[in-house]
């Protein structure tokens, strides 16, 4: 027999190949992998988006064929139990279903849409069980709680009954992850499952993934983007771009000499927590192949003078309406009672996990949202006592960046126009004059002036967002609030607009107010920083004092949840506990007392708990 | 509970407006009953007299507040036409169409899901297309003309159901279905169309929902994925569509009911509206302005039962 497949791994992919229907005919997703999973080892692949990970780990379990994919040749070795491995790219389709959910298990990205909405958690956690192991439903429910119990889900006899859109996303993920455990898989397939989670939470899942792997000896092929998550948990990593692996190895041997080019970019591009411990500014980060980033003189904070923008006691609550008079029962107290300054030329960043009400502080000001109360100065002007036409005219010194680029640039306008239409809205320049400046801005973010002619479509995401860029800058603002303006973005074009944005700092004298679920970036780009959690900034200070002297148990809670990129450091908990988030909801007529802070050091102000 | 209750009121309110409108449009029209019950030749003292002795001179607030009474009451009047009280009357119609509108309803679902199911999981391809086709061509035809086919084919060549006439369900309920069952099927093929459509809109949206990777990657057979994951979370938009499909079905039944000579509600209203019968036009109009808003009320609460995300509140 030629076909006589490897004896020892668990998994052994070889030569995969797998195509998409293209309207050019054929479009390769997936180009000549091969690679291995040994029983009881975490491989994590890693890539970009674009590189085939996600349908190599899709084509394992056959779901590729769903999304139009086709596995066109190659070998999929998987070995169920202690028989023969068999190539699961020549297995029927029928014979296929027994094995998915039973031998080998996915958890997905998504939490909040990964589980069916019309189901209760008890019926989803038991149909596998029941449909692999011929459980009987009461015995089916004892098993499930039993799982919720080993995801460390609190009240599992409660859950059984409840539905998705009861639990929270830390809560659902780990519902998921119960679900692909249900029937103790030999493999579990991990894709990208906490990209979509604030980093408390990342923390507790990756340990718990850890723990499960270790208790039940099950192979993990671990899915990412994101560096730190892979030191933090690999064995072996796979490298890969474009559909092709560009690197394989042991994890610390792939951190520490990374043989391709790519892999040396992809490691430079990623922020790494304290990195820049005494560092006195912001700072490019070096990317291999690409130009060398200007010499950075240091930006120059004035910290005299008044300030840019100025808030004072900014609260923004949402009313929640109930009965049949629909009147207000209760407030959810989204930004409570925020204050701090930006000066000329300065980063604040303002961090904190979904909810806290980062995001809308930002819409605060802008009075993107209607603020509850407080006071914002933009420039010695009080921008929340303007009328429409006042404030309409203010909005030209201050602009926004928002997180998704495919969503804030309209499909059906070419980008020239787009980029010039804050400058026709506020008359500031016409004719050929106009048509410098867009030379200039579209020069100036990077873009070739060829692409003035064409629609979002035709550019990449973060080719977008330097459009989105330069719409911010057309105006000469003072003041760019970037909302997540890179989350959305891969770490290699992450890394290049964050770049981009320092530069521009230094040479327009911007001020950002940066907002930012991601600490390693905000070390990178900011002067101060502010941390937010429900609706409060807890911490605010020097990014030094924020990074390297956090006195909050908040803002320590959150850096230690932050995963390294660095494989001699791992931190992951594996004991780590389900914590509830508490609720911002409050009813109606609840006033929260002002919040008192502590000035440890000069700027450096600390929330005393209450 | 408190949702429940407000939408019962605005039934009620809805039910209210109509009330006044049915009521002012029928005294504006020219003639009034008293003219109907005597004729247009006849003696102006006689008709005076008439109008008087039935409360037609009587201001209008008074005669609505006479006839909501009624219709409150269950004294609808009696028909000028037929010489009987309007309520038995009305019922038993209700009866005759609420067959059709069931039957059809049940037929329209019944072909249109799996088709719209069916052209979803093939979005793009020759089935899609297909679908799509066959739903149309339902929607292009009108309704009698489908009617016409239908008896031309089933009753005259095939001889297996009647082409006209109309048994009471309470006492031969097989004989009403094969009598309802043409009428039912004219009218199902136009309503088709709508809810292919929204089948498959809706299902295609699901299909790429990550729950059903889940589902597929849990092992589940991909019949229960689609048919017992995918369509619970379709079904609500296409129970919503054929709720307010409900309203048009009241027109077309007029036709329909006509051309197969069954005496429901479709063939009284027309009765009424052709012989200008003002109570009976007043109380069919209310009648199915009722029935429309309480099938989608229903409609709506059942949304409620399947979603548990629209529960709260």
Known sequence: MLDQPPQQPLVSIENLRVEFDGESGPIAGVKDVSFTVNPGETVCVVGESGSGKSVTSLSLLRLVEFGGGRIVSGRLWFRPGEGEAIDLAQMPAEKMIDLRGDRIGMIFQEPMTALNPVFTIGRQLTDGLRRHRGL?????????IELMREVRLPEPERRLRQYPHELSGGMRQRVVIAMAMACRPQLLIADEPTTALDVTIQAEILGLIKRLKREFGMAVLFITHDMAVVAQLADRVVVMRNGEKVEEGPVERIFAEPQAEYTKALLASVPKLGEMRGKPAPEPLRIPGAPEPVATRPASVSTTGRPVLSVKGLTTRFPIKGGVLRRVVANVHAVENVSFELAHGETLALVGESGCGKSTTARSILRLVEPTSGDVVMDGQDILGLDAGGLRRARRNMQMVFQDPFASLNPFMRLRKQVAEPILNFDLARGSELDDRIAFLFDRVGLPRDFMRRFPHELSGGQRQRVAIARALSVNPKLIIADEAVSALDVSVQAQVLNLLMELQVDFGLSYLFISHDMAVVERVSHRVGVMYLGRIVEIGSRADIFEDPRHVYTRTLLAGVPIADPTQRMLKESAEFKPLPSPVFPAGH???APVYDEVSPGHLVLRDD | MVYLLNRLLSVALTLFLISIVT???????????????MGTQSNPEALEGLR??????DPLLVQYGRWMGGMLTGNWGESLLFNEPIAPLISQKVLASGLIVVMTMMMALALAIPLGVWAARHRDRWQDTTSSTTALLGLSMPDFFIGIMLILFFAAYLGWFPSSGFVDPTENFGGAVRHAFLPSLALALGLMAHLTRMTRSA?????NQDFIRVARAKGLPERTVVWGYALPNAIGPVMTVAGLQIGYLFGSIIVIESLFSYTGMGWLTYQALLNRDIPLIQSTIFVIAAVVMLVNLAV???????????RLG
């Open chain 2, 52 to 57: 008087e002795s039935l409360g037609l001179n």
């Open chain 1, 136 to 144: 009987s439903a009461a015995e089916a429910d004892a098993r499930a």
């Open chain 2, 23 to 37: 009521f002012g449009i029928t005294n504006i029209l020219p003639g009034d009953v008293a003219m109907m019950i």
């Open chain 2, 300 to 310: 709506d609460l059942l949304y409620r039962v399947i979603d548990p995300r629209i």
């Open chain 2, 203 to 207: 299902m295609m949206g699901i299909l």
């Open chain 1, 591 to 593: 006033t929260r007392p």
